[in-house]
């Protein structure tokens, strides 16, 4: 090769290198919506960080919160019990129970109480969530629709006795793109569903 065509060359490739560093540079990872992208969105949110909240009824409750699921497995534990009670007045379906903390129950649950909201009792963290993966993304334009799939992991000895970690969820949500790049939408736009409700319709997913 001549040297006049080597040097036509080495220009060539030097001037596609800065057309290539320059579009980089323009570029923003958030600017394309990967599966990873959506993912580290999604499990670095604050609404899907936030804990599940048990709230611990007791004192007189109607029969309908003594029979609820959580507090069926409260009661098998040995965590908490009701004698029946009359109903007072606001109060119903009946039979009403006045619900206690048993001995055990005051040793495994009164130490994860963290707060108390007033007419809805103290507040226990039982889980968070995990993201299992993205299942697939959905693109329109500047809007997608991110199917993901997560499970309920336990915190600790109530949370264990509530949730099974082989359950899994599956959900979809709504993400949008901007100027500085991709972001889950806070609030319905289109058919899009915001994370909270993505989270609050789950259904189960196959294992």
């Known amino acids: 090769m001549s040297a006049r065509k080597t040097t036509t060359t080495l220009r060539v490739a030097g001037w596609l290198s800065l057309i290539l560093l320059s579009l980089d540079l323009g570029c923003s990872p958030r600017d ?6 959506a993912a580290d969105l999604i499990s670095a949110s604050d609404t899907f960080k936030a804990p599940q909240l048990l709230w611990l009824r007791t004192g007189i409750v109607s029969n309908k919160d003594f029979s609820s699921p959580e507090s069926m497995v409260l009661q098998r534990r040995g965590w908490i019990i009701g004698t029946e009670q009359k ?10 129970w006045d619900v206690l903390l048993t001995p055990l129950g005051v040793e495994t649950i009164r130490p994860l109480i ?15 969530r995990e993201l299992l993966g993205i299942s697939g993304i959905s693109k329109t334009g500047g809007f997608a ?56 319709n789950a259904q189960p997913a196959a294992p």
Do not use: K
Request: glycine share 8%.
């Open 32 to 37: 394309f919506l990967t599966r990873r992208l």
């Open 87 to 96: 109903c007072p007045s606001g109060i119903d379906p009946p039979p009403c």
């Open 114 to 128: 963290s707060s108390a909201i007033p007419d809805s009792g103290p507040a226990i963290q039982v889980a968070r």
């Open 145 to 200: 629709d991110v199917e993901f799939t997560w499970r309920w992991v336990p915190i600790n000895q109530v949370g264990a006795a509530l949730y099974d970690t082989g359950v899994r969820y599956q959900s979809s949500v709504g993400f949008r793109g901007y100027d500085d790049g991709w972001r889950i939408v806070d609030q319905s736009i289109h058919t899009n569903q915001t994370l909270d409700e993505a989270l609050r």
